[in-house]
């Protein structure tokens, strides 16, 4: 007999969110198949099984957030007995009674007992499946344990006033999104500068080089993080400090099926542009297949979001704390332009949005951070003369 335990992917793991698994109880499994997805924080993990045998017994559920190292499944024999499987009781836990007979003379007792919720594992599968709440029922089993005909007996209750909506519990991912969108909104005072771009001329090089449009984006911005550098810091709310980095590590917003990631570039301005493209590539691909580690989501000192792709010209970024400074790309549109001599050129344009924590960054800083971009961007031989140069940087 094999227990299955909540794995932990990385030293601060301390919970893990059952997405799905992929066997059913009974079901027989090959050491190496892949058995269930859990994910914690941002990222999302396929665990394979241990062993060979017959998944006896899945005790974690799906949309379960579950501690690290809980037994969670038990794989053995065909026809092997389960053995007990002690765990420690927790305040707020439902108990896990064994289902026996029901004694009608018990007396209806209180369903909340010192904070804990006793219930049959029947009745508590039937809850877990149509969503319902076990604290809103009258336990009539065993010292006022909830069981299944309890269970439906309330079902019947709110049959009549059931409204067209479903609920879905929040994944592992989108809780951790929720929290730090939150933890955003509460510790930073947010502005957001804008400034229309002429990228023809950027567009043009970054087509020549066969490199994305944000490959050249973290390439320039890296350059003005190493000259403004009190943009490339943390803000620690509780000391009141700022900590302003040595090095660049630039955040690139991409967009899964799961929900918003934010894989890493490590050491980006001593980087080539090609080097940049390449790793790009690379994390944006294991974001969005969730096989991307969790040391690739962290440690970065700036964010880049661009939502360019999708129709969206000008936007708010939400700082990505404990960072104090985000840009957001917008749109490029081909638009009509005055140029030398009052002529007029097509030229394609696009916004930069860039918010910052007004604790730590003052508006006339921010404005000088989108001016050196935005003159990087329409002349990119100011950062080396030959347009070759500085793409070998």
């Not at 804990?116 to 594992?121: F, L």
């Not at 080539?272 to 096989?291: C, M, S, Y």
């Amino acid at each position: 007999m094999y227990e299955i335990k909540m794995p932990r992917f990385g030293l601060n793991m301390e919970c893990g969110f059952i997405e799905k698994w992929f066997k059913k109880e009974g079901e027989k499994i090959k050491e190496g198949e892949p058995l269930f997805e859990v994910s914690s924080e941002k990222i999302t993990n396929e665990v394979v099984s241990p062993a060979s045998g017959v998944l006896l017994k899945i005790i974690g559920q799906e949309k379960e957030e579950i501690k690290v190292g809980t037994v969670i499944a038990i794989i053995g024999e065909e026809g092997e007995k389960i053995k007990e499987i002690k765990e420690k009781e927790e305040p707020g836990k439902i108990d896990e009674i064994p289902e026996r007979e029901e004694i009608p003379s018990m007396k209806v007792a209180p369903l909340e007992r010192e904070g804990r919720i006793k219930a049959s594992p029947l009745a508590k599968k039937m809850a877990r499946e149509k969503n319902l709440d076990l604290s809103q029922m009258t336990g009539t089993g065993p010292a006022g344990r909830i069981e299944k005909k309890d269970v439906l007996i309330y079902l019947s209750s709110v049959s009549e006033n059931k409204a067209d909506f479903k609920i879905e519990k929040l994944s592992g991912l989108r809780r951790t999104i929720a929290e730090r969108l939150s933890k955003s909104f509460h510790t930073a005072v947010t502005l957001t500068n804008t400034t229309e771009v002429d990228f023809t001329e950027f567009k043009k090089l970054m087509k020549e080089n066969k490199v994305s449009i944000t490959s050249g984006l973290v390439f320039f911005l890296s350059k003005v993080l190493r000259e403004l550098n009190q943009f490339n810091a943390h803000f620690n709310h509780d000391k009141k400090e700022v900590i302003i980095y040595n090095n660049i590590h630039i955040g690139i917003a991409v967009d899964t099926e799961k929900g918003l990631m934010v894989p890493v570039i490590r050491n980006t301005d001593k980087l080539n542009l090609e080097t940049i493209n390449d790793q790009i590539k690379k994390i944006a691909d294991e974001a969005r297949k969730g096989v991307i580690s969790e040391n690739d989501i962290k440690g970065s000192t700036f964010t880049l979001t661009n939502l360019g792709m999708m129709r969206t010209e000008i936007f708010t970024p939400v700082i990505n704390p404990p960072e104090v400074a985000i840009l957001g790309i917008g749109r490029i549109i081909k638009k009509p332009v005055i140029v030398d001599e009052d002529k007029i050129s097509i030229r394609e344009l696009a916004y930069l949005s860039l918010s910052y924590d007004h604790q730590i960054i003052d508006g006339a800083d921010a404005a000088k951070f989108l001016e050196k971009l935005a003159r990087l961007i329409e002349n990119p031989a100011l950062l080396g003369g030959e347009r070759k140069k500085f793409i070998d940087l």
